[in-house]
């Protein structure tokens, strides 16, 4: 972001171009924005964060997501994330409908466990949402 504010956005592209160490970081950096959700993890907010400097927390987060987002678009120039590599960005537009559930069942997991802790049930509902959100995005951790 300061290297663009300060117009040095052409060596930025430069590097993009012409080093692979660089291109690869960007591209990873991409991949990891176009598997980011920030409606997701507003649902996740609506539901579990009273707290309204902890929410505003999340509005920021998510106001650097987009805006990160933006400027590896400038860097890489694509109009699209993983523009560049299409089996990727196809895999993700694939699995995002079949993620958006599981989070959602999972925040629904959450509220729950926070009222009833000791919920067996709710624990191991909880284990196979995180294991399906993992194999969905293809990550783990």
């Not at 592209?13 to 160490?21: Q, S, V």
């Not at 560049?84 to 960005?89: D, Q």
Request: aromatic share 4%.
């Amino acid at each position: 972001d300061k290297e663009i504010a300060k117009g040095n956005l052409h060596v930025l592209r430069d590097m993009y171009a012409n080093w692979p160490f660089f291109q690869s970081t960007v591209d990873l950096i991409e991949m990891v924005l176009a598997k980011a959700d920030g409606s997701i993890a507003k649902a996740y907010d609506d539901v579990l964060v009273s707290n309204e400097e902890e929410r505003s927390l999340g509005v920021e987060l998510r106001k650097r997501l987009d805006q990160t987002a933006e400027k590896i678009l400038l860097v890489s120039g694509h109009e699209k994330l993983c523009e560049n590599h299409r089996i990727l960005r196809h895999l993700i537009d694939k699995r995002r409908p079949f993620l958006e559930p599981i989070n959602l069942l999972q925040v629904e997991i959450l509220r729950r466990l926070r009222e009833n802790p000791s919920n067996i049930r709710l624990r191991e509902a909880l284990l196979i949402t995180m294991n399906g959100i993992a194999a969905g995005m293809r990550n783990t951790g």
